[in-house]
């Protein structure tokens, strides 16, 4: 499916990749810590980004939702982002609480930057 990933205008990077991407990314951002974050594609180049960032704080989680925009690339306009920030006293941050729709996608993400 690589081929035609990259046909239609993607990177053709596997899950496995973005997901190795991402996380040595959002390792070397201030106030983040530990993530579980899982990218599944699907027939059409779409996609989906779920699972959680432990964070410092609201800044920091929108500091790692701006690496997520990054790391996605071209390929975030067709990936709704699940994404959560789980706070050190148990609570959590989500991108809506930062402006985003609840849901936004890789493009929003990175044009928000």
Known sequence: MGWLTRLLGG???????VEAELASAL????????VDLAYRTDASGGG??????????????RAA???VGR???????????YVVGRLPDGGEVTP??????????GAELREAQ
Do not use: I, N
């Open 96 to 105: 809506s609480d930062l402006g985003f729709r609840p849901r936004p996608s």
């Open 48 to 61: 989906s980004l779920r699972g959680y960032v432990e964070v410092a704080g609201p800044e920091a989680f």
């Open 11 to 17: 990177s053709g990077r596997s899950p496995e990749q």
């Open 27 to 34: 390792l070397g951002v201030e106030g983040v810590g530990p």
């Open 71 to 81: 790391v996605l690339g071209t390929d975030g306009v067709r990936v709704a982002v």
């Open 65 to 67: 939702l701006g690496v």
